[in-house]
């Protein structure tokens, strides 16, 4: 059975870190691309961040760029979205994804899908 698991989310204030975590099983995670989306209220989903398995590039949003930091144990099947410096703006709710091989801008190209987790920045 095939799992994604987020974890990591919570309340904090502008300025303050956090860290994402994406636990996979049921799959062959060293062959998946994982990306980070997150879609805020009456938003449409947006892709943060991708781990690329083909060639282990990354990839971020301009909006998170130089702030966030993604990466992945692939001892764990785990991926990680390191977050600084936290905005009011980045307030959604934060769902992994795993497509085969490489990273997809488009979110219906992704195959399996997390739950989601909730990341609340405000003072």
């Known amino acids: 059975q095939v799992q994604l698991v987020e974890s990591g989310g919570g309340l904090v204030q502008p300025g303050e870190s956090l860290r994402l975590s994406c636990a996979a099983s049921?799959?062959?995670?060293?062959?998946?691309?994982i990306g980070w989306f997150r879609q805020a209220p009456g938003k449409e989903r947006e892709g943060v961040s991708c781990?690329?398995?083909?060639?282990?590039?990354?990839s971020y949003a301009d909006s998170v760029k130089g702030r966030f930091t993604i990466s992945r144990d692939n001892a764990k099947n785990t991926v990680y979205l390191q977050m600084n410096s936290l905005k009011a703006e980045d307030t959604a709710v934060y769902y992994c994804?795993?497509?085969?091989?490489?990273?997809?801008?488009?979110?219906?190209?992704?195959?399996?899908w997390g739950q989601g987790t909730q990341v609340t920045v405000s003072s």
């Open positions: 049921g799959f062959t995670f060293d062959n998946y691309a």
């Open positions: 994804a795993a497509a085969e091989g490489v990273c997809y801008i488009l979110s219906r190209d992704y195959e399996y």
């Open positions: 781990f690329s398995s083909s060639d282990g590039s990354t």
